[in-house]
Nanobody, 126 residues
Framework: HVQLVESGGGSVQVGGSLNLSCAAT????????MAWIRQVPGKEREGVAT????????WYDSSVKGRFTISRDRTKNSIYLQMNSLKMEDSAMYYC????????????????????WGQGTQVTVS
């Protein structure tokens, strides 16, 4: 049974920082594509960043490049999203997702292609 559990969301002022965590359980693959995806009510899900847990390849949406950093800890089967210089437009529900049939790079622009999803953690910037 695959489970993704996010944590670390909250409320922060403009310019502040947050660090999101996602712990994956029930997965046996040594390497897979994992991602952070966000959604604002009434809008489509948007890929924020993706990472290949094996060799560490990373891809970012242009709106967060230079401000957000995705990373992984293979020993803990976890990924993280360090978010700096937060803007009001970063406010959203952030989801951790894993496993896509296509490339991890392409999955950034196809967020609904992921097979497994966490429950989400809310980020509010004001």
């Amino acid at each position: 049974h695959v489970q993704l559990v996010e944590s670390g969301g909250g409320s922060v002022q403009v310019g502040g920082s947050l660090n999101l965590s996602c712990a994956a359980t029930g997965m046996s693959a040594s390497s897979m594509c994992m991602a952070w995806i966000r959604q604002v009510p009434g809008k489509e899900r948007e890929g924020v960043a993706t990472i290949v847990t094996g060799y560490g390849g990373k891809w970012y949406d242009s709106s967060v490049k230079g401000r957000f950093t995705i990373s992984r800890d293979r020993t803990k089967n976890s990924i993280y999203l360090q978010m700096n210089s937060l803007k009001m437009e970063d406010s959203a529900m952030y989801y951790c997702a894993a496993v896509t049939d296509g490339s991890c790079a392409a999955a950034l622009n196809a967020p609904t292609s992921f097979r497994y999803w966490g429950q989400g953690t809310q980020v509010t910037v004001s």
